[in-house]
């Protein structure tokens, strides 16, 4: 047995108490997921009389209708990125023993997978915005600006992803190689 300073002992215990931490935000990220997709459900079902104006009646406001239905979606894409993160979490810091079978698409071997499954979504979450945006379509010139800042927005990310988090991920490898 190894002769092992108080430090390196209590340091011990704080990565052992730390997964505990992990684990409710791990589960709370769930929880909050599910919350989103019965308000997603809820914005859908409340799109539905406006489905029913616009068939029957002719005079409905398409626009209208389709902001209800891209709204749900965004809500759907929001709670899926946030159950991503919440098993990606658990997944990292909480199943040491990697007792669970994940699907091959949610497995994530270290932070970089978790990285590179959130800007994925996210950037499908700032586009899905920006359609929900077009849809209303009310000034031109804010619709370009926002259009503008949102390419900003993808174009950073993009240079995140590839420069920081597939470089780290180089790293690695090479290290696993050596």
């Known amino acids: 047995m190894k002769n092992r300073d108080f430090l390196t002992t209590i340091n011990e215990g704080f990565i052992n108490a730390g997964r505990y931490f992990v684990a409710v935000a791990s589960i709370l990220t769930i929880l909050a997921s599910g919350f989103l997709i019965f ?3 809820w914005e859908f079902v409340n799109g539905i009389p406006n489905i029913l104006v616009f068939l029957f009646e002719r005079g409905g ?3 209208e209708l389709s902001v209800h239905f891209i709204s749900a ?3 759907f894409m929001v709670a899926v990125v946030m159950f991503v993160m919440g ?3 658990f ?3 909480v199943d040491k023993d990697q007792s669970i079978s994940y699907p091959y698409w949610l497995k994530i071997k270290d932070l970089n997978d978790l990285k590179e499954k959130l800007i994925a979504a996210a950037v499908v979450v700032i586009v899905i915005t920006f359609l ?3 849809v209303m379509w009310k000034n031109p010139l804010e619709t370009l600006y926002f259009g503008g800042s949102i390419a900003i927005v993808i174009m950073a990310i993009t240079l995140f992803s590839k420069f920081i988090v597939n470089d780290e991920s180089r790293k690695k490898r090479e290290e696993t190689k050596q």
């Open 39 to 41: 308000a997603g459900i």
């Open 91 to 93: 997944e990292l810091f």
């Open 87 to 89: 098993i990606g979490l």
């Open 61 to 63: 406001h398409h626009v």
């Open 73 to 75: 979606i965004d809500l």
């Open 132 to 134: 929900k945006h077009i």
